[in-house]
């Protein structure tokens, strides 16, 4: 049985304005240092006094030799995160939840789908492959945000061109875009998929999971090939509370990364 741990203090190192509403921010150890993290896994992180959030790491190491999280301001706990500046402590848990299998993706193409935030449990993913590039194909990273200006990591995006074959896409374009418009798998095509060499790791809202994952298998990428990171209501992070259950799974237990032929007969339940 999992068993709920103290938060232990870490302090914020650095933290940069990504959008409107979200923040960068790299924590270093206050004194005792958490387990090593994986990629895809999650940290409960504690605002004193407000609450409590599970945010992913969107990188295992940061300038200062910490961890990042980049955190967006949409309730008491995230929004205290969000202000957070350097010096400011908090708690911090885990790691917890199932890693992106890069085992599964090795000698495979890599492609990266995220939407909107999604891409910060993903950013791992690809500092992974472009420091290890013999241990896989072709990397595509294909991004897709509501405006130009929800756009997380533009400069690193940016840098990916070149290593990676890199697609961004926008729902409504302001001005000055010169990009695609439209949804996240109307990029698909770009990357010319190589359905039996292809590795496919999906974060997002859930329609857009269910979309891409529908695009991927019918371009004939195998379901089992095709990883998703899902979303509940997590609390506990230990499986306890029930908060984040999707029928059988405990997602912050057995999830957030699933592989999609496990996934897919459960999205499509509506009570679920």
Known sequence: ???VTP???YRVAAARQETAD???VELVPAGRELAPFSPGQFAMIYAFGVGEVPISVSALRGPHGGLVHTVRAVGAASTALYRLRP???VGLRGPYGTPWDLHAAAGHDVLVIAGGIGLAP???VVHAVLDGPAL???LGVLVGARTPDDLVYREEIHSWRGPARVGVTVDRPGPGWHG????VTALLDRFGIRPDRTCALVCGPEVMIRHTARALTDRGVPAHRIQVSLERNMRCATGHCGHCQLGPLLLCRDGPVVRYDHAEPLLAVREL
Not at 180 to 183: A, H, L, M, W
């Open 1 to 3: 049985m999992s068993v």
């Open 122 to 124: 993903l950013r791992p």
């Open 22 to 24: 979200t923040r960068t």
């Open 87 to 89: 010096g400011d402590t």
């Open 136 to 138: 896989y194909g072709r």
């Open 7 to 9: 938060p232990l203090p």
């Open 180 to 183: 695609p418009v439209g949804v």
